[in-house]
């Protein structure tokens, strides 16, 4: 990279002018330990952004952008940093800015009309804090109540509790930095005003451009620096009771108000049908097919704690003579005699399929860290260093396609194995696998996971070997996901041509391609392919 010539040092100069000294870092050492990620491999790779800078409001982001069209330097941005892959500096776009938000950390709750106003760097744990004093809640994802609250509602929405409250159904207006520096207010705030209760209507909306995939435009069309988000009903305690400090901290939710169940299911294909069943009695708050990975991974504490619980003979029998498993948690919104109502039709729809609740001992010990994990997700597994989860792709579409996926997963785990899987950690079985379900199971996202060592080595295997399986598949099987490669140009000639409908909207918002260049559709790419077929 061109550090301290000519240009690096004009561009190096306007950003300090505009945010001040203290919020621009070019020193190369700095830069690095700002660069870090939860995948090794990642941190590894070249090149670096050549520098960070870190707006405090919309008018600072506005601003950095304004420069970049100016003086012709590529961004990306971040909520968290979480994910380096999606916003790191690519090879071939010198001059690379990184805009950090963490100084926009604001936020405000609207309790009358439930909902709350997030900037990107506030966490879900935050915003969490504050809504159950109203006797409101905010949904947590299976990545960590440690989020961006404002990344979690604008991107795959994902949430523990999606069953009851949908998957991205809680965005409301937002405000959004186009990458020429103009800025776009949606749904209500569009009149002028103030106000974030209301989104977009029917039909085709804006929103739909931040929802393109599990991970978003990836900074491709802006920056969003405010959203609303709906709050929902919280039948709990005010403040979440904790005892302790982790690993060993402890939440304890009421038990006639909140309660959790897992039954053992004869087949994958039973799993589903009791989804359906339950969609229909529309109980509970809580739902996921689940598997005994991830039940132990949320209740213990250790790794030591950990393998001990895995290798008893009842999880055992589970691992590989059962597994399919479905967990259910009530919240009594109405008081106890909906929670006996509700416990009384999920054991008859159990009973129906063959369902069979998994051991007393073992359902009592891990009931509280189940339960709270579904409020206020810690993702424990990250932090007892058990080694990267790594998936083989999944779906999200219906329960039935559901079946397909996780059959097609179980078979790429089989032949990446070893060394994914069972390859000489443990063995894991043949049949793990995960669907998180949302809309009363109308909506299902799938996942067959495997851990992997926690090295450089077996991240840039599984990145050389799993992925590219998972982009055939998709393309044998037309199925589009522009996340895979994270360029639609190389495979949306196999889907309508979708890559042009994308690059015309780049090119309207982002006429100097400064966004995030090379994600989400190469615009140098596309630039070819178009020359090549005029030349023809």
């Known amino acids: 990279m061109p550090y301290g010539d000519d240009k690096h040092k004009r561009i190096y100069e306007a950003l300090v002018n505009t945010l001040g000294e203290d919020y621009v870092e070019d020193d190369p050492a700095v830069v690095e330990a700002f660069y870090r990620d939860y995948y090794s491999y990642v941190s590894m790779l070249p090149p670096r952004v050549e520098f960070w800078v870190l707006p405090g409001s919309t008018e600072d982001v506005r601003a950095i952008y304004r420069l970049a069209n100016r003086l012709d330097f590529p961004t990306s941005v971040s909520s968290t940093g979480l994910l380096l892959a999606t916003c790191s500096a690519l090879p071939g776009y010198p001059y690379w800015c990184f805009i950090d938000p963490k100084r926009m950390n604001r936020f405000w709750i609207d309790p009358e009309n439930m ?12 915003l969490q804090s504050e809504t159950m004093k109203y006797g409101l809640f905010a949904g947590v994802t299976g990545a960590g109540s440690q989020g961006s609250a404002l990344a979690t509602h604008l991107g795959a929405n994902t949430q523990w509790t999606g069953w009851r409250t949908g998957r991205g159904r809680s965005l ?12 776009v207010r949606t749904g209500s705030l569009a009149t002028g005003k103030e106000e974030y209760w209301w989104g977009e209507g029917p039909g085709f909306d804006s929103h739909g451009l931040w929802r393109a995939g599990a991970l978003g435009p990836m900074g491709a069309f802006g920056t969003v620096t405010k959203a ?18 982790q690993p060993e901290k402890k939440s304890v939710l009421p038990r006639d108000t909140f309660r959790t169940f897992v039954y053992s299911y004869p087949s994958l294909e039973a799993c589903v049908e009791v989804i359906r069943e339950l969609a229909i009695a529309e109980i509970g708050a809580v739902a996921s097919q689940s598997n005994v990975m991830e039940l132990l991974m949320l209740a213990t504490g250790s790794r030591e704690e950990f393998w001990k619980k895995w290798h008893e003979p009842y999880w055992q029998e589970q691992i590989h003579h059962g597994g399919h498993m479905v967990m259910m948690t009530l919240w009594a919104y109405a008081g106890p005699k909906q929670m006996a109502y509700e ?3 999920l054991k008859q729809i159990a009973d129906e399929y063959g369902g069979k609740p998994i051991d007393e001992r073992e359902m009592e010990w891990l009931h509280d860290s189940l339960t709270a994990s579904a409020v206020r997700d810690t993702h424990r597994g990250r932090y007892m260093r058990l080694g990267p989860l790594s998936g083989t792709g999944g779906a999200c579409d219906s329960l039935y396609d559901a079946i397909r ?12 194995t070893p060394p994914m899987g069972d390859g000489g950690l443990y063995d894991m079985g043949n049949e793990n696998h995960k669907m998180w379900l949302a809309d009363y199971g109308r909506i299902v996202t799938t996942a067959v996971g495997a851990f992997g060592d926690k090295t450089v080595e077996f991240e840039m295997w599984f990145a050389k070997n799993v992925m590219p399986h998972v982009v055939k598949y998709n393309n044998e099987n037309h199925i589009f996901s522009a996340n895979d490669p994270f360029d639609a140009s190389l495979t949306g000639h196999k889907y309508a ?25 190469n615009m140098k790419n596309m630039e070819k392919m178009a020359a090549q077929q005029a030349a023809t």
Do not use: C, M
Request: aromatic share 10%; net charge positive; proline share 10%.
């Open 115 to 126: 909902y709350a106003v997030t900037e990107p760097y506030v966490t879900i744990a935050q």
């Open 172 to 183: 409301l207006g937002f405000e959004w930095v186009l990458p020429t520096g103009e800025i």
């Open 228 to 245: 609303a988000v709906k709050l929902f009903p919280w039948p709990g305690p005010k403040i979440i009771p904790t005892e302790g400090v």
């Open 343 to 345: 416990e009384q039709v």
């Open 405 to 416: 996926s996780i059959k097609e997963g179980w078979r790429l785990k089989k032949l990446l």
């Open 497 to 521: 041509n979708i890559h042009r409908y994308i690059a015309a909207i780049k090119k309207d918002l982002d006429p100097k391609n400064i966004a995030s260049p090379g994600r989400l559709v």
